[in-house]
């Protein structure tokens, strides 16, 4: 039986008086790095997942292993030097998801020339031995020509520097499958429902149900930790009931559209918007993604929906930058994530001022809190947890490995052009899975290259449990264009039934339940509120 199986998982959590070092709730980016730290430091680990990994925020960044430019420019030297240390390491580590990325800034007036390349000088300097490239200034001809659709009335030069782009979801996948390569027992769709306490008030476990099969399950750990991103108050309040918000989620919004609005291979990075955001326009899977915003958000969801005040400042801002306008009609996704930010001391705080370092918070049940941080840092964010737990929990304190452990799928200079790239070092083993199935070998829809047999890959081998999971993170089909992902569902389903034992009637169900969440990703045709 593989590793990957979630009976095989299942099996690792069937002694309910085994005490576990480690129980990790959440299985997003942190929580997902964390659980590869403590495996590979040889202690017991167990992470669940009350949905899909990365299901939340982890699936929906700006796709970029990023010091972060901002950042900088707010003086956060430390936060800067850190996150370039760590897009080093990530690129070292997962070279078949993480690659060096050109951006250029347009400047439409001179003395932005000199402020951007002195400014981004300095942020290749702080990346020392690990650095992507150096920053420089190029002409008006050359911008016009590495970015074939900028507009050219005003524009004076470029400045060129260089940052990381990367697939989340996909890398967080891997996360999983190396966890479980180490000796973690990972599992999605299991739901933390309460903590458990010793005689003494002290986190001795968590409660949890399978939302697979509705079995419940007490499981005994040495330490809980926290790491469920803008869900860290939800856990906070099974242990304090009264415990004020620690966390405000901040909303990021991205378009998707055609290549055709920027056919060149640099991306673009809008240093000042009407109210001081950055955004970014990305080549990234054949498509062009443009964001983010940055609103504060009462309520938090596993469904974020973006908001068209949301909508019309990217398109608004867009606008100003490409000489083809892009319309509400030309956008093939639109798809909404949260950020955990601290919450604000009073009403006056604005999010994009929020630093975005990760804090690391220890209750008097001895629960461990991880927020903050991004997905470029998410190894260090692993490795400090990791070291408080031990400390916390009186574990065996062998030292972190993780800078230099490759990640599942690990593989060099991979054949971007083959869209099955992502896969890694796992390549071969999908393609020779289809050896079987000659059908397997057919893509699952005419207008994309994703094959049936990678939908069975995904549910073997990647854990995938929905129609959900196999088009929104396995295959970034939902984000890229949510209305061919709804013409691909009722195939995807009749894959995965074939493979998980289910009936026509799942098969309906997943396929209705996905469309109804794929319909908030449509924006051509909705109503503007």
């Known amino acids: ?58 699936s929906r960044a700006t796709k970029l292993v990023h010091g972060g430019v901002r950042y ?25 998801l993480v690659k060096n990325e050109s951006f250029i800034i347009p400047n439409y007036s001179w003395f932005d020339g000199v402020f951007y390349t002195i400014g981004l000088t300095i942020y290749d300097l702080l990346a020392g031995k690990l650095g992507f490239g150096r920053a420089k200034h190029i002409s008006k001809k050359e911008t016009v020509s590495r970015l074939p659709g900028i507009e050219e009335k005003g524009l004076h030069g470029g400045v060129v520097y260089h940052d990381g782009q990367f697939d989340d979801s996909r890398l967080a996948i891997n996360l999983a499958q190396t966890a479980l390569e180490q000796g973690a027992s990972v599992l999605n769709y299991f739901k933390v429902t309460g903590l458990i306490k010793d005689g003494n008030h002290k986190i001795a476990g968590v409660n949890a149900i399978d939302t697979d099969t509705g079995l419940s399950y007490r499981l005994k750990a040495k330490t809980v930790i ?10 906070l309040k099974m242990d304090v009931p009264d415990k004020k918000p620690l966390v405000r989620p901040s909303q990021g919004v991205h378009l998707v559209f055609d290549r055709k609005f920027m056919p060149g291979e640099d991306a673009i990075m809008i ?23 940055d609103t504060p958000i009462d309520e938090h969801s596993l469904e974020p929906v973006a908001l068209d005040a949301e909508i019309d400042f990217i398109l608004r801002t867009a606008a100003k930058y490409l000489k083809k306008v892009p319309a509400r009609a030309d956008v093939l996704s639109v798809f909404a994530g949260l950020r955990p930010l601290a919450a604000p001391q009073d009403d006056s705080s604005k999010t994009k001022e929020i630093s975005r370092s990760h804090k690391l918070i220890v209750s008097k049940s001895n629960l461990i809190t991880i927020t903050g941080g991004k997905w470029t840092t998410y190894r260090k964010m692993g490795e400090d947890t990791i070291d408080k737990a031990i400390e916390v929990g009186k574990l065996p304190a062998n030292l972190c490995h993780t800078a230099c452990l490759a990640i599942h799928g690990s593989r060099p200079n991979p054949d971007r052009s083959n869209h099955m790239y992502v896969y890694g070092d796992d390549i071969e083993k999908v393609l020779a899975l289809a050896n079987g199935d000659d059908d397997w070998k057919n893509p699952v829809h005419p207008d994309d290259e994703y094959t049936k047999g990678e939908v069975i890959w995904s549910v073997r081998y990647e854990m995938a449990r929905t ?63």
Do not use: C
Not at 226 to 235: E, K, L, M, S
Not at 271 to 293: A, I, M, Q, S, Y
């Open 1 to 58: 039986m593989s590793i990957f199986s979630r009976d095989s998982i299942l099996q690792s959590i069937h002694d309910q008086d085994k005490i576990w070092d480690i129980v990790i709730i959440g299985g997003g980016a942190t929580g997902l790095g964390a659980a590869v730290d403590a495996a590979s430091r040889g202690l017991s680990t167990l992470l669940l997942e009350q949905a899909d990994f990365a299901k939340g925020t982890s």
């Open 72 to 96: 900088l420019a707010q003086g956060d030297i430390g936060l800067v030097r850190e996150a370039l240390h760590e897009r080093g390491l990530l690129l070292k580590n997962a070279p078949h």
């Open 226 to 235: 926290n790491a469920t991103g803008v869900f860290v108050d939800d856990v």
């Open 271 to 293: 240093p000042k918007t009407e109210d001081g955001r950055v955004l970014f326009v990305v080549p990234w899977h054949n498509k062009l993604l443009v964001g983010t915003t």
């Open 467 to 529: 129609v959900e999971d196999i088009l929104a993170r396995r295959t970034r089909v939902l984000f890229l264009n949510a209305r061919l992902a709804i013409a691909m569902a009722p195939e995807v389903a009749r894959l995965m039934a074939g493979e998980l034992n289910k009936d026509a009637q799942w098969e309906k169900e997943q396929t209705e339940a996905f469309n109804k969440v794929a319909g908030n990703y449509i924006l051509a045709g909705r109503i503007k509120s």
